[in-house]
């Protein structure tokens, strides 16, 4: 355009340089030589509008084999175009008449510098303008996607209706069943299926219009346009929303278990309040005997206290409910809750018990335990000195002293250590019954442990050595 700008600032100064020629007498060679600069400048013009003019007409041709509808304003434009170029044709054409003025005997200033302003004024007033519009035009037609898609759009949305209608068609069973069960309609589906109906009837509205619109290219558009955005905007976003529901009511199994899982819970509050029964009694009898209760005994009967509590609070509720779902909903749900998290658990936990209370057996053979102790190291110290004249013997006899027997040694020498400080220690412990019963279950273990096998292993037949000299196998 900056070209087209250029030459019609040339071709004012051309008239210019024409209205010197009305001011004052100018060779007429000269004034000849405005003039014909100044029609150049017009074929030039009109050369280029052409060109110009072709190039739309092409785009013109493309747009309509595709169907597609003009725009008014590229239609005006043309006819504006040839007009102009027609009126711009004859001023050249006129050019040739008026040469012959010249070849007369006086120039005809007058005449000349009229025709030269005609031309000049096509340029600026016309030519110019017509140019810019020119650049302006984005397109000489409505959208060619949506215009070339459009039977493939209308067929796209007569499906998607189809699969619209069938997830209605799903989601509406469902609902169906849950409210013959009396179940709850979840609000996202109620608003779903309203939804759907409404976006339905427009999309059903779209497509029997379609039918009526004839070939009007702009109503083409506008209507191909709306089906995509029917599409794209609502249809899609429905499908993939009905693809989410899990359920459509209140859980059918909660539900429809209603009554059940409250006899369930019924029952399991009776099963709770029997193993309670059991575990206190049995705390109770330890108590009796001045036993430890075991911290996590402590802790349940606790937890079972509370639970019950809970459980007794559901079960009264629910007889005052009535037959709102969504209550009897969350009732039942917390009633499943209540079971499945905490009284299962504390149930099977109470199985796991094997005693409320530090071992009785322990705590009440306490004295006995002691006493048995004290027998055991007797006996140990017995066998030692045995074992103990025996080394002797061997020693005396130069035999080398087998390696188990002077470990068993030292295992007595330090188990018998062990077992008097736990026997002096038993004097200073007084009452508690936890220290009570942990050193009765040291003196337990140390008899069973040690004590027990050392005794056992002294009474095996065995060799305490081997002579040096002989080639007796010492092992
Ligand atoms: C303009 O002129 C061209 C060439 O004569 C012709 O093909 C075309 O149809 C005309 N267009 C209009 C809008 O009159
Ligand atoms: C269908 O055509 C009628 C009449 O032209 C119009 O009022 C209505 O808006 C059109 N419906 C749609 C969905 O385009
Ligand atoms: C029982 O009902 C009362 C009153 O509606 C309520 O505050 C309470 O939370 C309910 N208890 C349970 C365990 O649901
Ligand atoms: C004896 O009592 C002392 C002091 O309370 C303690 O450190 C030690 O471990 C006890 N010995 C045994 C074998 O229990």
Request: glycine letters at 4%; one cysteine or more.
């Amino acid at each position: 355009m900056a070209a087209a700008v250029g030459s019609i600032a040339s071709v004012v100064s051309a008239v210019l340089e024409v209205g010197k020629c009305l001011a004052a007498p100018i060779g007429q060679f000269k004034y000849l030589y405005n003039y014909n600069n100044n029609l150049k400048s017009l074929e030039t013009e009109v050369m280029r509008l052409k060109k110009t003019r072709d190039e739309v007409q092409g785009k013109v041709d493309a747009a309509e084999i595709n169907g597609e509808e003009i725009k008014q304003s590229v239609k005006e434009w043309q006819t504006k175009v040839n007009n102009t170029i027609t009126e711009a044709e004859r001023l050249i054409e006129e050019k040739e008449e008026n040469r012959r003025c010249f070849k007369g005997l006086r120039p005809n200033c007058i005449n000349s510098y009229k025709h030269s302003k005609k031309a000049s004024k096509l340029m600026v007033d016309h030519i110019g303008p017509l140019l810019q519009q020119e650049e302006r035009f984005d397109e000489v037609s409505y959208s060619s996607i949506q215009q070339s898609n459009y039977e493939t759009n209308f067929d796209k949305i007569r499906d998607d209706v189809l699969k619209l209608k069938n997830a209605r068609l799903k989601v509406g069973r469902k609902v169906e069943e849950a409210e013959i069960k009396g179940e709850e309609i979840e609000a996202d589906v109620k608003k779903w299926l309203q939804d759907v109906d409404s976006i339905i009837a427009k999309a059903e509205e779209l497509i029997e219009n379609q039918s009526s619109i004839g070939t009007d290219h702009k109503i083409r558009y506008q209507n191909s346009k709306a089906a995509s955005e029917l599409m794209v905007d609502h249809i899609g976003p429905l499908l993939q929303q009905e693809e989410r529901f899990d359920e459509v009511s209140y859980s059918t199994t909660l539900l429809s278990n209603y009554e059940t899982n409250f006899d369930k819970l019924r029952d399991e509050v009776l099963k709770l309040k029997n193993a309670r029964l059991k575990v206190e009694r049995k705390v109770e009898d330890a108590k009796i005997k001045g036993e430890e209760i075991e911290e996590d005994v402590k802790k349940w009967l606790e937890d079972v206290d509370s639970i019950i509590a809970k459980a007794e609070e559901l079960i009264e509720n629910q007889s005052s409910i009535g037959t709102d779902h969504k209550i009897r909903y969350q009732n039942s749900k917390a009633a499943s809750e209540l079971m499945v998290d905490h009284i299962g658990p504390l149930l099977q936990q109470e199985e796991r018990f094997d005693e409320v209370s530090y071992s009785t057996t322990l705590l009440s053979n306490y004295e006995t335990n002691f006493d048995k102790l004290r027998d055991d190291v007797l006996k140990l110290k017995n066998a030692r000195l045995k074992v103990e004249r025996k080394v002797e013997e061997a020693k005396n006899n130069v035999e080398e002293i087998e390696e188990d027997v002077k470990k068993w040694l030292e295992d007595v020498d330090s188990i018998i250590v062990k077992a008097q400080e736990l026997i002096e220690n038993q004097s200073s412990i007084g009452t508690d019954r936890k220290t009570r019963y942990q050193n009765s279950k040291a003196a337990s273990e140390l008899m069973v442990d040690h004590i027990g096998p050392l005794l056992q292993q002294e009474k095996s037949d065995r060799n305490f050595g081997c002579k040096k000299s002989s080639n007796r196998n010492c092992r």
